[in-house]
T-cell receptor, first 117, second 110 residues
Framework: NAGVMQNPRHLVRRRGQEARLRCSPM?????VYWYRQLPEEGLKFMVYLQKENIIDESGMPKERFSAEFPKEGPSILRIQQVVRGDSAAYFC???????????????FGEGSRLTVL | KNQVEQSPQSLIILEGKNCTLQCNYTVSPFSNLRWYKQDTGRGPVSLTIMTFSENTKSNGRYTATLDADTKQSSLHITASQLSDSASYICVVKGAGKSTFGDGTTLTVKP
């Protein structure tokens, strides 16, 4: 029973390039969350998605960042025109559908570490 | 505004010693509180969940307490081991999304 899978684990981009981070939730999970963790800081909520819907994007920067969770395939966090301040670890978490014994536990992936040169 | 505050920010203890981490929250309404452990370079993993009616819950050498009246929780680690070195994150779920504390970084030294 595979856990939350994130790839790539490490990504290096130059300023101005695009970064795409992928997240496959645990089997049977339909809720996906993205968090950003800057060095020596805590996890900061970015966006909460269900299949084909963005439920809460209150933590997403207004520009350059977007997220999707299509009907088929992984969730994608896309960062356009990256800047050095985007360097961070990006964690994806998933949880089962509401009402199916969902206690709110988030199952995290191992993260994708983005370095912007 | 929903907030979760953890203390201390960091802690260094000797192997075999006990320690207690604190979490204060203002999340309302309250659904549950979880403690997560995040090893360096890894994703967080849930240690324990506390609901409104629970005061104490243990998971091996980890014991979590909850005082819903004062909105405080603690995580007590007994007989610490080197592998306990990690960040411990308090997460409180209310009506909507979960609110994360900034974590306590624990270092266990031999």
């Amino acid at each position: 029973n595979a856990g939350v899978m994130q790839n790539p684990r490490h990504l290096v981009r130059r300023r101005g390039q695009e970064a795409r981070l992928r997240c496959s939730p645990m089997k049977g999970h339909s809720h996906v969350y993205w968090y950003r963790q800057l060095p020596e800081e805590g996890l900061k909520f970015m966006v909460y998605l269900q299949k084909e819907n963005i439920i809460d994007e209150s933590g997403m920067p207004k520009e350059r960042f977007s997220a999707e969770f299509p009907k088929e395939g992984p969730s994608i966090l896309r960062i356009q025109q990256v800047v050095r301040g985007d360097s961070a670890a990006y964690f994806c978490a998933s949880s089962p559908p509401s009402g199916t014994g969902n206690t709110g536990e988030l199952f995290f992936g191992e993260g994708s570490r983005l370095t912007v040169l | 505004k929903n907030q979760v505050e953890q203390s201390p920010q960091s802690l260094i203890i000797l192997e075999g010693k006990n320690c207690t981490l604190q979490c204060n929250y203002t999340v309302s309404p309250f659904s549950n509180l979880r403690w997560y452990k995040q090893d360096t370079g890894r994703g967080p993993v849930s240690l324990t969940i506390m609901t409104f009616s629970e005061n104490t819950k243990s998971n091996g050498r980890y014991t979590a307490t909850l005082d819903a009246d004062t909105k405080q929780s603690s995580l007590h680690i007994t007989a610490s081991q080197l592998s306990d070195s990690a960040s411990y994150i308090c997460v409180v779920k209310g009506a909507g999304k979960s609110t994360f504390g900034d974590g306590t970084t624990l270092t266990v030294k031999p």
